[in-house]
């Protein structure tokens, strides 16, 4: 049975193929995302692939309940692009218990969005 990485990735000349009638001019140039290419490269060689999250276990009941609440009271923004406060403020306070560093959370801490970000 074919992957869900499998079945959703086409190679970029089949999209522009299918869709040419409908495609603008301006987006022409625009090529397919790094995450993509690096999913295509993986299911084509069999690798693991880092680039995008394809867990082969189910997400464990904790994490369903959470997501389940936050969307039950409306938390739905995306959290500032350097990472939520109250994160950054948790990072510090870990930094200074296990290692005695002192760092400013508003000045000094960045939480990127996975790793091709950071």
């Not at 495609?23 to 692939?49: D, G, P």
């Not at 870990?94 to 000045?107: A, I, M, T, V, W």
Request: charged fraction near 30%; glycine fraction near 4%; proline fraction near 6%.
């Amino acid at each position: 049975m074919a992957s869900i990485a499998e079945k959703t990735l086409l190679r970029p000349l089949e999209i522009a193929n299918r869709r040419s009638r409908f495609r603008a001019t301006r987006t022409e140039r625009f090529t397919e995302s790094v995450i993509r290419e690096m999913s295509r490269l993986a299911v084509q060689h069999k690798a693991v692939n880092l680039a995008q999250g394809f867990p082969d276990f189910p997400a464990p009941e904790v994490l369903k309940a959470a997501a389940r609440e936050a969307i039950t009271d409306d938390v739905n923004q995306y959290a500032i692009t350097w990472g939520a406060k109250p994160f950054r403020d948790a990072i510090a306070a870990k930094y200074r218990r296990s290692y005695g560093l002192e760092f400013d959370p508003e000045r000094e801490i960045t939480v990127c969005c996975g790793s091709p970000r950071g």
